[in-house]
T-cell receptor, first 112, second 113 residues
Framework: NAGVTQTPKFQVLKTGQSMTLQCAQD?????MSWYRQDPGMGLRLIHY???????DQGEVPNGYNVSRSTTEDFPLRLLSAAPSQTSVYFC???????????FGPGTRLLVL | EDQVTQSPEALRLQEGESSSLNCSYT??????LFWYRQDPGKGPEFLFT???AGEEKEKERLKATLTKKESFLHITAPKPEDSATYLC??????????????FGQGTILTVHP
């Protein structure tokens, strides 16, 4: 199993540009989520999904969209990038009924 | 509001010098307390899940314990390869099936040879 994979590893955007961060898992996990990690802030939940077609907002959802058309994929879309979205983004997944989450390697995003 | 606080922020040890990392939590209805290890430029790597006070889990030189208010990660005779940031997180019962995971800010551990 590859586990949780994320692409790209690093991206530079200009303010106002849009992009999609990709996340995929091959563990057949029902639950998937997106976090951002900022210095001194810890990991914060952006959006999550409990299954295909079902998504919900986390702690810091503004400026981000998600969709879940398959069990395996959970892309995160930045509609109009802002410098405040400069961060490291992690995707995670877990089985329903189990609490342990498994994280991807992260995408480092710089918005100029 | 759920809170997770880790201390110290940074810890420097000599190889073989045992110590403990602290994680204090305030969570409404704890569903699980998690420890992760994170290396620079990598994603968090799962170490332990603890579910109830008194529970202990061990893996190599690491041992995690849980009380009703805090968790400790004990490191026995650490080696330089144990150097990393250690993250603590707590999941609450929440109002949905998903629950909510609150992370601490992490403890940066450096072990010198």
């Amino acid at each position: 199993n590859a586990g949780v994979t994320q692409t790209p590893k690093f991206q530079v955007l200009k303010t106002g540009q849009s992009m999609t961060l990709q996340c995929a898992q091959d563990m057949n996990h029902e639950y998937m989520s997106w976090y951002r990690q900022d210095p001194g802030m810890g990991l914060r939940l952006i959006h999550y999904s409990v299954g295909a077609g079902i998504t919900d907002q986390g702690e810091v959802p503004n400026g981000y969209n998600v969709s879940r058309s398959t069990t395996e994929d959970f892309p995160l879309r930045l509609l109009s990038a802002a410098p405040s979205q400069t961060s490291v983004y992690f995707c995670a997944s877990r089985l329903a009924g189990q609490e342990t989450q498994y994280f991807g390697p992260g995408t480092r995003l710089l918005v100029l | 509001e759920d809170q997770v606080t880790q201390s110290p922020e940074a810890l420097r040890l000599q190889e073989g010098e045992s110590s403990s990392l602290n994680c204090s939590y305030t969570v409404s209805g704890l569903r699980g307390l998690f420890w992760y290890r994170q290396d620079p430029g990598k994603g968090p790597e799962f170490l332990f899940t603890l579910y109830s006070a008194g529970e202990e889990k061990e893996k190599e030189r690491l041992k995690a314990t849980l009380t009703k208010k805090e968790s400790f990660l004990h490191i026995t005779a650490p080696k330089p390869e144990d150097s990393a940031t250690y993250l603590c997180a707590a999941a609450n019962a929440g109002g949905t099936s998903y629950g909510k995971l609150t992370f601490g800010q992490g403890t940066i551990l450096t072990v010198h040879p």
